[in-house]
């Protein structure tokens, strides 16, 4: 790695650092043979250019047999020995050049690399702080202990090294690879792609910075930009299954569940024995609702790699599309019991429960995930709506407001908290958390039908009107939205209006009993008691809201003259209601008309 990364040229600059050398250390020596070391040293930098590396090194030996000490010739059979890979000569020369001419800056250096190459790295160390006092702000410096930063994990010491050799040299190709992979590995990825936009700017035929920007894009979520790293790279190095199933990932995060396929299918093509491109292929086919390619994606991928967890679950989620719960949680179980430890195992298995309103079994697999990765929003959200599901509506909310804790951008978590609010007859608290969601995002439009109904709960029927408007004009008109607005016009005794609501309801869901019910109690507040009774009667034929129905049919009866009727009614109020207000209500009418009712079992 670090052969290749050195600022400085060595044969070059030694070759005119070999002709302008005077005689260090050459009181009594004879000028000739001093000389004519220096000339072997020469000749060897010369036939090295010429690619002779062992005619190079034939002529460093012949000048040190000659003059043991001198400096040049050291220096060059060193960096030969490091260029070759043989480290431990190439130390040892570093190591006597030192011994003989401590103040060497660039043999620091040079000797830096070298304990590197074998992976001293206190060494490397200290060879570099030397260097650093002997000539301060040396860019190598910064440089080389920028890539000892690197490989030791310590990212945010490598930018800011890299940074110092890049404030004067801009365009320096590894301080700027250097700093983008430590950026990268501090998840810093758009300051990671900038330094990788010059790299590639500077060298668009740069495959190490084409293949890291495509990385830290895929990971920072521009699968577009990802994808445009990729065809590049494929056009300059050809196609690769690696890159078909990097290009399949990033079509599959971008919901193209078709393109991801047709990825992963030319990976197959290409390595037909590999069992996880199967797997991979198998997700989208889930995806695109062609579970049966997907379970025979899976039943490949499992000869090929047994007993894959991954694979298990897959197939478990192809089961549960099929509306195959036993044969899903069998998968689930067997994933398990190879991965005991995988929190998301657990999630799908207690997804897979709560679908079978086992929930008791759906909360101990979530309890156990949320154990095993305790941060994961989605675990506490589901577990919420199972508490929720099963009546426990202050554990849920509890699991809610986990869930928007750890993420207050959690929408989901949001409205599924504004629902146990409105259940628990919070309205206000409702209202003002859907409306962070749909501030937040247009995704739910069902946030409208839910806001209305917080609205409604507020007695503030014309804010409830247009958001059940809105709900109309996104998901369509529908008997339950309507019937809700029709409510908002009875409450604010706008009963004609009410009752167009009604009628359009009705139209649209002959059958929906509600909206008769409505409709008859709207023709009450007008007095139309004729016109009331068969819309109870209505009511009453399809079950709904049967105690309310006779009580407002037995109002309209007596107002219509039909007291033995009415009074019927009245008695099956207090016969059925389990309502203590509707009973005290039907009991007042008792009175008034001097009536005794009959006793209720």
């Not at 000659?66 to 570093?94: C, H, S, V, W």
């Not at 990802?226 to 990033?250: C, F, H, M, P």
């Not at 005794?493 to 009628?503: G, K, P, S, V």
């Amino acid at each position: 790695m670090y052969k290749k990364t050195r600022l400085l040229t060595v044969i070059s600059t030694y070759l005119i650092f070999a002709m302008l050398l005077t005689l260090f250390g050459n009181v009594g020596r004879s000028v000739s043979p001093y000389k004519s070391a220096q000339k072997l040293s020469e000749q060897g930098n010369i036939v090295l250019t010429q690619e002779d590396p062992e005619k190079a090194l034939e002529f460093y030996n012949r000048a040190l047999e000659m003059i043991p000490t001198l400096k040049e010739a050291l220096l060059n059979r060193g960096n030969y020995f490091f260029n070759q890979g043989d480290f431990l000569n190439a130390l040892a020369d570093f190591n006597q050049i030192i011994q003989l001419y401590p103040d060497s800056a660039e043999v620091y250096l040079f000797r830096a690399q070298t304990y590197l190459s074998l992976t001293d790295v206190a060494s490397a160390q200290a060879d570099l702080k030397s260097l650093n006092k002997l000539q301060p702000d040396n860019l190598d410096y910064y440089l080389l202990s920028g890539q000892i930063a690197l490989q030791s994990q310590q990212y945010s010491d490598a930018v800011s090294f890299f940074e110092k050799v890049l404030q004067s040299m801009p365009d320096q190709a590894e301080a700027l690879m250097g700093k983008a992979e430590a950026n990268y590995r501090l998840k810093n990825y758009e300051p990671a792609i900038q330094a990788l936009n010059i790299a590639i700017k500077n060298d668009p035929q740069n495959l190490p910075a084409l293949q890291m920007r495509a990385q830290a894009n895929y990971d920072s979520g521009k699968y577009h930009e990802a994808l445009l790293d990729w065809d590049q790279i494929s056009y300059l190095s050809g196609e690769t299954t690696e890159l078909n199933v990097n290009r399949g990932k990033a079509f599959f995060n971008l919901s193209e569940y078709k393109k991801a396929a047709e990825s992963w299918s030319t990976a197959i093509s290409n390595d037909p024995e590999q069992g996880s491109l199967y797997a991979l292929r198998a997700k989208a086919m889930i995806q695109l609702d062609s579970i049966e390619d997907a379970m025979s994606d899976l039943e490949i991928a499992n000869r090929l790699t047994p007993d894959q967890p991954e694979v298990l679950a897959d197939l478990g989620l192809c089961y549960l599309r099929q509306n195959e719960i036993t044969n899903a949680l069998a998968a689930f179980d067997q994933a398990i019991d190879l991965d005991p430890e995988n929190p998301n195992l657990y999630f799908q298995r207690g997804n897979t429960y709560r679908l079978q309103s086992n929930y008791s079994a759906a909360i101990e697999d979530y309890t156990e995930s949320i154990q095993l990765n305790g941060i994961s929003v989605d675990v506490f959200n589901n577990r919420g709506i199972t508490y929720m599901d099963s009546g426990q509506y202050d554990l849920a909310q509890q699991d809610f407001q986990k869930a928007i804790t750890l993420n207050p951008q959690y929408l989901l978590a949001l409205i599924n908290s504004s629902l146990i609010y409105i259940q628990t007859n919070e309205p206000q608290k409702a209202t003002d958390q859907l409306t962070t969601v749909l501030k937040n995002s247009s995704d739910y439009p069902q946030v409208y039908d839910y806001r209305a109904q917080a609205y409604f709960l507020l007695k503030d029927f014309d804010l409830a009107i247009l958001d059940w408007k809105k709900f109309a004009e996104v998901q369509g008109e529908n008997p339950i939205t309507l019937n809700w607005i029709g409510r908002c016009f009875i409450a604010k005794m706008q009963y004609q209006d009410a009752i167009d609501y009604f009628d359009e309801a009705i139209r649209l869901d002959p059958v929906f009993g509600e909206a008769y019910y409505q409709k008859g109690l709207a023709n009450v507040q007008l007095k139309r008691y004729e016109e009331a009774i068969p819309l109870f009667d209505k009511a009453l034929d399809l079950g709904s809201n049967t105690d309310l129905s006779y009580f407002n049919r037995g109002v309209a009866r007596y107002n219509t003259g039909k007291k033995e009727s009415a009074i019927t009614d009245f008695q099956k109020v207090l016969d059925i209601s389990e309502n203590p207000e509707l009973i005290a209500a039907a009991q007042d009418v008792f009175s008034s008309l001097g009536i005794q009712p009959k006793e209720v079992d």
